[in-house]
């Protein structure tokens, strides 16, 4: 946010130079990122009197202006549609340099000599109005530089504010903290105003219909006002800020929102039909269209401001078309309120819409401070713009603020902060940021804070302040306590951090999803609804923890997808959270999950391009598995989760206990996450995993004699697994089979129906001697009998 050093002194007295104020803020917490002077360059340019104004003889737009210096009377030929006699305007003679570099010099111009130029307020640099040259006040001599009848001469600081210090958006904001930090007082802008006898409550009328989205609303109404342009010091603070003068009344409800951090909006009172104000929120595919003459399709969602039969404004974000200031505005309406954070926030990321208007209410202003910024507003239309005032303001004000006491105890800020500070001068500090102290024994407090800090709510937001005030640069050193290590976390991190070496050197990037998320995933994906909702939600988009890592790992493909990126492998290992009941804290669990999707191989010289499938996915399982582990894990059918394919899925067992899963998005998912690809996806229980992790890895020397291997084809019902055979092999050949691996799968008429045949290579080696070939028949004999008994399956013939 930029700030103007001339109109933050008119708050608070500053005696320091603008680098050191710059320097100090960023030590108190306010980072200024930014400080740049401007107006500067312009102590050569002198006001000139026009005397006389003269058509060019040889062109239709061009006149000839003779300028009164205060030494002698140039001739300057002009063009600007402004002009007239006995006119003070900013005067460069030859020899001038201008604020953009160039220099002024004689010109003949159509057969005339130009001795000057006369210049408008952007040639100056100090707006960018180039509508006509810049009127100086009257009463200016000839020859008197501009710089001192214009306070153009200023600092701007570049603040930049973190999302919970909303109050500080404003001229006022910043005010208060340099007063708190210098030891200064503030002082409040001229908010007075003459009331003419109509009551404004005979005039229009309030009706809030959302109470808990807006919890203030304020009006009040100014009739036979003047629109015209806004005088030259408020438009040039608009522009140093950043903000396009448009007139006098639109240009007030900016900068008292730049000036005192409320935002306002006004309304033409003659287009309000029935001239009354209702708050109610749109009802689904309502149409409205914005000042910017955009139509917009709403949702239930976005919060309206409406006449006696439409709406006219999207509420804390932009005004409609249909009640906007014009230069035939006479009556003005003019709203200051108080909208829900979370309502404006949603709202404007809905509509796609972001103003210096939502910026603040989305961070929260101060509802005690409505009404004064509604009344600096009315006291500047009525001084501008000619204004009269109707008698008294709406204050419509359904849950009037209450302020929540927070105690807290002097020997703890200190124990916290490392400090050892006096606690006269913690509520000193206290004090200095408008916190109301009450003593409740020696070493406790009772700390109520100011309205507009809505960011201070617990013990440990006052030792922040304190710390802030106190200099961080003084909290001294120490050296942290370091508790013992804790051997099962120490485990757990050492798992994850295996883990994520494994993936990445599988071609897996990592992604970091939010913990909170949209409950709305239970339609979406499946999710069970037993969510643990958050009480106090940055939005309704995330409103609960997340029971599964999926709806992160589907929105991260999704948005890729959309970025034109199809060849995906994503993973993250994050916690999930449990819901454990009523009076439970959730349990959390820690959690990997994978995703592949598109082209698995590429396409190369040798080689064609293949589509990722369940059994790549499966690899990925078993590489990582056999990466962190000795143990045999299975994978088998099981409890289906509801967000996979029933065809495609299995659940990975060890020792009998559900590791994880492994298997295709169902179509349903994919269909309503807009997502076309097959997306084949891994999750794994961390904290079960973990009992199978071994750390550090104990390795055996190879055999160093040679093995034999022998081919088994077993022709076997369908609904035989594959595993199933191979760990009978396993069981029976001991310790001399080495390894098992499947090599063949038919089906087809020449087997039978409902059957398979499967093909199974065994290798088999002693750590001992050299196997013989009796040997080495005699166990896989005893194999092949083992199988038959116990699936019922003969041996394929040739």
């Given at each position: 946010?930029?700030?103007?050093?001339?109109?933050?002194?008119?708050?608070?007295?500053?005696?320091?130079?603008?680098?050191?104020?710059?320097?100090?803020?960023?030590?108190?917490?306010?980072?200024?990122?930014?400080?740049?002077?401007?107006?500067?360059?312009?102590?050569?340019?002198?006001?000139?009197?026009?005397?006389?104004?003269?058509?060019?003889?040889?062109?239709?737009?061009?006149?000839?202006?003779?300028?009164?210096?205060?030494?002698?009377?140039?001739?300057?030929?002009?063009?600007?549609?402004?002009?007239?006699?006995?006119?003070?305007?900013?005067?460069?003679?030859?020899?001038?340099?201008?604020?953009?570099?160039?220099?002024?010099?004689?010109?003949?111009?159509?057969?005339?000599?130009?001795?000057?130029?006369?210049?408008a307020e952007d040639e100056l640099g100090l707006t960018d109005d180039h509508s006509g040259i810049m009127e100086l006040p009257a009463n200016t001599m000839p020859g008197t530089p501009i710089t001192s009848v214009l306070p153009v001469e200023d600092w701007i600081l570049d603040i930049e504010l973190t999302p919970n210090r909303g109050d500080c958006a404003s001229v006022l904001g910043i005010a208060r903290e340099v007063a708190a930090i210098t030891n200064k007082s503030i002082k409040m802008p001229d908010m007075s105003y003459k009331e003419i006898d109509t009551e404004v409550d005979d005039i229009s009328s309030v009706t809030i219909k959302e109470p808990d989205k807006c919890r203030r609303y304020a009006a009040g109404i100014i009739r036979g006002i003047n629109i015209k342009p806004s005088p030259f010091w408020m438009r040039y603070r608009l522009y140093l800020s950043e903000i396009r003068p448009i007139n006098n009344i639109v240009d007030i409800t900016n900068y008292v929102m730049l000036e005192m951090g409320q935002p306002l909006h006004a309304f033409d009172l003659n287009r309000l039909r029935g001239q009354r104000i209702e708050v109610r929120c749109a009802r689904e595919k309502e149409i409205f269209t914005t000042l910017d003459g955009i139509t917009h399709e709403l949702k239930s969602e976005v919060l309206l401001i409406c006449d006696a039969e439409r709406p006219v404004a999207l509420a804390g974000i932009m005004g409609g078309l249909n009640s906007e200031i014009s230069e035939g505005t006479e009556d003005v309406l003019l709203e200051a309120a108080f909208f829900d954070p979370i309502t404006i926030r949603k709202g404007a990321k809905l509509l796609g819409i972001s103003t210096e208007a939502s910026y603040r209410f989305e961070r929260g202003v101060d509802i005690e401070g409505v009404t004064k910024g509604l009344k600096r507003a009315i006291h500047l239309m009525a001084r501008l713009a000619d204004g009269k005032v109707a008698k008294g303001i709406i204050d419509n004000y359904p849950g009037p603020y209450k302020p929540l006491p927070i105690t807290m105890r002097m020997d703890k800020a200190n124990s916290f902060l490392g400090t050892d500070i006096d606690s006269s001068k913690m509520i000193t500090y206290l004090n200095a940021l408008q916190m109301e102290v009450k003593d409740i024994d020696q070493n406790r407090i009772e700390v109520i804070p100011p309205s507009f800090r809505t960011d201070i709510t617990r013990e440990v937001d006052l030792f922040e302040e304190i710390a802030r005030l106190n200099g961080y640069e003084n909290i001294p050193v120490t050296l942290p306590y370091i508790r013992p290590?804790?051997?099962?976390?120490?485990?757990?991190?050492?798992?994850?951090?295996?883990?994520?070496?494994?993936?990445?050197?599988?071609?897996?990037?990592?992604?970091?999803?939010?913990?909170?998320?949209?409950?709305?995933?239970?339609?979406?994906?499946?999710?069970?609804?037993?969510?643990?909702?958050?009480?106090?939600?940055?939005?309704?988009?995330?409103?609960?923890?997340?029971?599964?890592?999926?709806?992160?790992?589907?929105?991260?493909?999704?948005?890729?997808?959309?970025?034109?990126?199809?060849?995906?492998?994503?993973?993250?290992?994050?916690?999930?959270?449990?819901?454990?009941?009523?009076?439970?804290?959730?349990?959390?669990?820690?959690?990997?999950?994978?995703?592949?999707?598109?082209?698995?191989?590429?396409?190369?010289w040798y080689s064609r391009e293949r589509e990722a499938d369940f059994y790549d996915i499966k690899g990925v399982a078993e590489t990582l598995l056999k990466s962190l582990s000795s143990k045999e894990f299975l994978f088998k059918r099981g409890e289906l989760a509801p967000w996979y394919d029933r065809n495609e899925y299995a659940v990975i067992y060890s020792s009998g206990n559900v590791i994880g899963y492994i298997g295709k998005i169902s179509p349903d998912v994919n269909r309503n996450m807009d997502i076309e690809e097959n997306i084949y996806v891994m999750e794994m229980d961390i904290e079960r995993l973990s009992r199978y992790f071994i750390e550090p890895r104990k390795f055996r020397p190879f055999s160093r004699f040679p093995a034999l291997y022998r081919d088994i084809s077993i022709v076997v019902q369908k609904n035989v697994e594959s595993r199933k055979i191979e760990e009978i092999i396993r069981e029976t050949g001991g310790d001399i089979?080495?390894?098992?691996?499947?090599?063949?799968?038919?089906?087809?008429?020449?087997?039978?129906a409902f059957k398979k045949a499967l093909g199974f290579r065994i290798w088999f080696r002693s750590m001992k001697a050299t196997l013989e070939k009796g040997e080495v028949d005699s166990v896989y004999n005893k194999i092949i009998k083992r199988i038959i008994d116990k699936t019922g399956g003969r041996l394929r013939e040739a």
């Amino acid at each position: 946010m930029k700030i103007s050093l001339n109109w933050l002194k008119e708050f608070v007295d500053i005696d320091i130079s603008p680098e050191e104020l710059a320097e100090l803020l960023t030590l108190k917490g306010l980072e200024t990122s930014e400080l740049y002077d401007v107006g500067r360059g312009l102590e050569h340019i002198i006001a000139g009197k026009i005397i006389r104004i003269s058509p060019h003889p040889e062109s239709d737009r061009l006149y000839i202006c003779d300028t009164d210096t205060g030494k002698d009377i140039v001739s300057i030929v002009c063009s600007a549609p402004n002009l007239k006699t006995g006119m003070i305007a900013p005067l460069a003679l030859p020899g001038t340099r201008l604020p953009n570099g160039a220099e002024v010099r004689e010109a003949e111009i159509r057969g005339r000599v130009s001795r000057g130029v006369l210049l408008a307020e952007d040639e100056l640099g100090l707006t960018d109005d180039h509508s006509g040259i810049m009127e100086l006040p009257a009463n200016t001599m000839p020859g008197t530089p501009i710089t001192s009848v214009l306070p153009v001469e200023d600092w701007i600081l570049d603040i930049e504010l973190t999302p919970n210090r909303g109050d500080c958006a404003s001229v006022l904001g910043i005010a208060r903290e340099v007063a708190a930090i210098t030891n200064k007082s503030i002082k409040m802008p001229d908010m007075s105003y003459k009331e003419i006898d109509t009551e404004v409550d005979d005039i229009s009328s309030v009706t809030i219909k959302e109470p808990d989205k807006c919890r203030r609303y304020a009006a009040g109404i100014i009739r036979g006002i003047n629109i015209k342009p806004s005088p030259f010091w408020m438009r040039y603070r608009l522009y140093l800020s950043e903000i396009r003068p448009i007139n006098n009344i639109v240009d007030i409800t900016n900068y008292v929102m730049l000036e005192m951090g409320q935002p306002l909006h006004a309304f033409d009172l003659n287009r309000l039909r029935g001239q009354r104000i209702e708050v109610r929120c749109a009802r689904e595919k309502e149409i409205f269209t914005t000042l910017d003459g955009i139509t917009h399709e709403l949702k239930s969602e976005v919060l309206l401001i409406c006449d006696a039969e439409r709406p006219v404004a999207l509420a804390g974000i932009m005004g409609g078309l249909n009640s906007e200031i014009s230069e035939g505005t006479e009556d003005v309406l003019l709203e200051a309120a108080f909208f829900d954070p979370i309502t404006i926030r949603k709202g404007a990321k809905l509509l796609g819409i972001s103003t210096e208007a939502s910026y603040r209410f989305e961070r929260g202003v101060d509802i005690e401070g409505v009404t004064k910024g509604l009344k600096r507003a009315i006291h500047l239309m009525a001084r501008l713009a000619d204004g009269k005032v109707a008698k008294g303001i709406i204050d419509n004000y359904p849950g009037p603020y209450k302020p929540l006491p927070i105690t807290m105890r002097m020997d703890k800020a200190n124990s916290f902060l490392g400090t050892d500070i006096d606690s006269s001068k913690m509520i000193t500090y206290l004090n200095a940021l408008q916190m109301e102290v009450k003593d409740i024994d020696q070493n406790r407090i009772e700390v109520i804070p100011p309205s507009f800090r809505t960011d201070i709510t617990r013990e440990v937001d006052l030792f922040e302040e304190i710390a802030r005030l106190n200099g961080y640069e003084n909290i001294p050193v120490t050296l942290p306590y370091i508790r013992p290590s804790d051997k099962k976390e120490e485990h757990g991190l050492r798992i994850e951090e295996s883990i994520k070496d494994i993936m990445a050197g599988m071609g897996f990037t990592e992604i970091i999803s939010y913990s909170f998320i949209s409950p709305e995933y239970r339609e979406l994906i499946g999710i069970p609804e037993d969510f643990v909702k958050i009480l106090n939600p940055l939005t309704k988009d995330q409103s609960v923890m997340r029971s599964s890592l999926i709806p992160g790992l589907m929105e991260a493909i999704k948005m890729n997808i959309n970025y034109g990126e199809h060849n995906l492998r994503l993973f993250e290992i994050g916690k999930v959270f449990l819901n454990k009941g009523k009076g439970e804290q959730p349990e959390e669990r820690p959690f990997l999950v994978a995703a592949i999707s598109g082209l698995y191989e590429q396409k190369t010289w040798y080689s064609r391009e293949r589509e990722a499938d369940f059994y790549d996915i499966k690899g990925v399982a078993e590489t990582l598995l056999k990466s962190l582990s000795s143990k045999e894990f299975l994978f088998k059918r099981g409890e289906l989760a509801p967000w996979y394919d029933r065809n495609e899925y299995a659940v990975i067992y060890s020792s009998g206990n559900v590791i994880g899963y492994i298997g295709k998005i169902s179509p349903d998912v994919n269909r309503n996450m807009d997502i076309e690809e097959n997306i084949y996806v891994m999750e794994m229980d961390i904290e079960r995993l973990s009992r199978y992790f071994i750390e550090p890895r104990k390795f055996r020397p190879f055999s160093r004699f040679p093995a034999l291997y022998r081919d088994i084809s077993i022709v076997v019902q369908k609904n035989v697994e594959s595993r199933k055979i191979e760990e009978i092999i396993r069981e029976t050949g001991g310790d001399i089979v080495e390894s098992v691996y499947l090599f063949d799968l038919y089906e087809g008429k020449k087997i039978g129906a409902f059957k398979k045949a499967l093909g199974f290579r065994i290798w088999f080696r002693s750590m001992k001697a050299t196997l013989e070939k009796g040997e080495v028949d005699s166990v896989y004999n005893k194999i092949i009998k083992r199988i038959i008994d116990k699936t019922g399956g003969r041996l394929r013939e040739a």
